[in-house]
């Protein structure tokens, strides 16, 4: 029994549509004669509103994932730069989907008076105020490296920097080395501000330490800084890290942390940076389960 609205119409067709722009048509025609109804044609229109939606969404976050992973790009340098008598590698993976920009950052370049500045750092939270705070300190850090010598007085450039030009009160992490390359030893000179310490990788696989853990950098109140001098030998690596590779949590359960980390850098002794840091980033991924919570950036030398 069909009611007076219910005619019959030989076809249905209804445009998709978002944002203002037509995103195509769905037709359907009914290949054994038969005829549909107005109800036919409600249903369809909902599902074509549904469909819209989904597409619209699936084009905005496909715009916005490109967006994130241009700038996230645009945050890090190219590559190392070649230091003779140095060798060194990086590892960096973004949490989730790349969608939201994170605040890991690590950097390497030449320095004043002919050394090499290494540094790593973690920005309190994602999104995009935390790259502008990345960006704002990889500069900062940068010009500070060609005038001053001690890392910690970059390290207070770069907490002032942020305090003159940030009114979020975003706090930030850095451990920040500055080195000479000798013929057989790199002597460097380390202070971190609020961020896990460097460990080092001994050829006979023996782990230490290195540096004093110093105050965030960013808060309203001054940092506690220091430097330590640090001599590396051949065959040391050198690790510095964020705290994603060892903050690895399951079901609410730390799984991979700093005893962690030092346990594995045991069975490291004698190999290069490369295949060292390899062995964090695959540890890491296998504890998370391939799902990381948290940026994890790696830098060895």
Do not use: W
């Amino acid at each position: 029994v069909r009611d007076e609205e219910d005619a019959l119409l030989p076809g249905l067709q209804a445009q998709l549509t978002g944002r203002g722009k037509e995103l195509g048509m769905v037709e359907l025609i009914d290949d054994h004669d038969r005829e549909f109804t107005t109800r036919d044609e409600a249903i369809l229109t909902q599902l074509a509103q549904l469909a819209s939606v989904a597409i619209s969404n699936a084009q905005l976050y496909e715009r916005e994932r490109t967006i994130a992973q241009t700038l996230q790009r645009s945050l890090r340098p190219g590559g190392l730069p070649a230091v003779p008598g140095l060798s060194a590698a990086v590892r960096f993976r973004p949490a989730g989907e790349n969608i939201e920009l994170g605040g890991d950052f690590y950097d390497l370049y030449r320095a004043r008076d002919g050394g090499v500045a290494a540094l790593i750092g973690d920005v309190q939270g994602k999104g995009p105020d935390a790259a502008a705070v990345t960006a704002l300190a990889r500069h900062t850090l940068r010009a500070a490296a060609a005038y001053e010598h001690s890392p910690s007085a970059v390290l207070s450039l770069l907490h002032r920097a942020l305090r003159d030009q940030r009114t979020d009160d975003r706090f930030i992490t850095v451990a920040y080395a500055h080195m000479q390359v000798a013929v057989e030893h790199v002597r460097l000179e380390l202070a971190c501000g609020g961020h896990p310490l460097p460990l080092i990788v001994h050829p006979d696989g023996s782990v230490d330490a290195v540096g004093r853990l110093g105050t965030l950098l960013g808060t309203d109140i001054d940092p506690l800084l220091a430097d330590v001098t640090v001599e590396l030998e051949i065959g040391d690596v050198l690790v510095l890290y964020t705290d994603g590779v060892t903050e690895v949590r399951r079901h609410r359960t730390e799984v991979f942390g700093t005893a962690e980390l030092t346990a594995l850098l045991g069975t490291c002794g004698g190999l290069s940076p490369d295949a060292v840091a390899e062995r964090i980033e695959a540890a890491v991924i296998a504890a998370s389960e391939g799902r990381l919570r948290d940026d994890v950036a790696i830098l060895a030398f």
